[in-house]
């Protein structure tokens, strides 16, 4: 599933394509992802004008200019195998695209889906931050306010692991699994550590680090692992920086002693006996 980096890759890749574009028409070809898509989707969009492309979490939000006080803004979650590419009208219909938004500059944005497990809504601009998809969610890791005495504060007195702790989205968005497993090796922390017991010395720094891997891994264009692509089809390379993450039974990198794995919450854990403790 892409994470925080994917969709901020994504984010920052359609942004220059669409802003300031206007809306032509929309072509559905499936009307349920997830969810059933919402209804009169192709004639609420049809005339507006992309005004900026940004993230909440992982969801990508694109926001329209319009004329009154209900901003439209079309929430959407790529879910696992979710892509979004921008090309010419003529382009043929791609396998699995279920959504194609033609612009009046004669270009589409496409969506496409595999296991169509993507949502989608229009929301106003008001309703965001109380709709059910956000009002719970925590801070922004790369933000001002997730500092050092926040997570100090999550982690005190909590048995839960400190890497299920940093997965969970009521703490800090955006966080997953291949990201955690990334900071938590180069914090020095077992990911099984009681999320309590972890030093606030120790807990300063594996909010920098997550802050540098996340940094890290847009710069790199995020991680392809199966599906993701960017914006222009590229795949990300992130995954040639991996330390730990997918590299069982292989020599780590600083000591030398091979990478473990083990399931958490239902999620594989990969880590350093030698480095992480």
């Not at 439209?72 to 010419?88: E, R, S, Y």
């Amino acid at each position: 599933m892409p994470e925080l980096p994917e969709v901020e890759v994504i984010c920052r890749g359609l942004s220059p394509l669409l802003v300031g574009k206007q809306i032509k028409s929309v072509e559905i070809m499936c009307d349920k992802l997830r969810f059933p898509l919402p209804n009169d989707l192709a004639k609420s969009l049809q005339g507006l004008v992309f005004f900026r492309v940004s993230r909440r979490s992982k969801y990508l939000l694109f926001q329209f200019e319009v004329c009154s006080d209900k901003a439209a803004v079309l929430v959407w979650h790529l879910g696992m195998t979710g892509q979004f590419h921008v090309l010419d009208q003529s382009s043929p219909v791609f396998k699995h695209e279920h959504v194609r938004v033609n612009l009046e500059n004669g270009t589409a944005l496409c969506y496409r889906d595999t296991r169509r497990f993507g949502y989608v809504d229009l929301l106003s601009l008001q309703a965001i931050e109380t709709h059910k998809w956000f009002i719970q969610l925590g801070p922004e890791p790369l933000e001002e306010n997730f500092t050092v005495d926040y997570l100090i504060h999550c982690c005190e007195n909590r048995k839960v692991p400190i890497k299920s702790l940093l997965m969970d989205a009521h703490v800090v968005v955006g966080v997953g699994n291949i990201y955690a497993n990334e900071a938590l090796f180069r914090s020095g922390i077992d990911p099984g550590k009681a999320a309590g017991s972890v030093s606030q010395e120790r807990l300063a720094r594996l909010r920098d680090v997550i802050r540098e891997v996340l940094n890290d891994a847009i710069a790199a264009g995020g991680s392809t692992i199966s599906d993701f692509v960017k914006a222009d089809g590229k795949p990300g390379y992130f995954a040639h920086q991996f330390r730990v993450y997918g590299r069982e039974n292989e020599p780590c990198y600083d000591c030398g002693k091979l990478i473990r794995r083990r399931v958490q919450s239902g999620r594989s854990t990969f880590y350093c006996l030698g480095c992480q403790r």
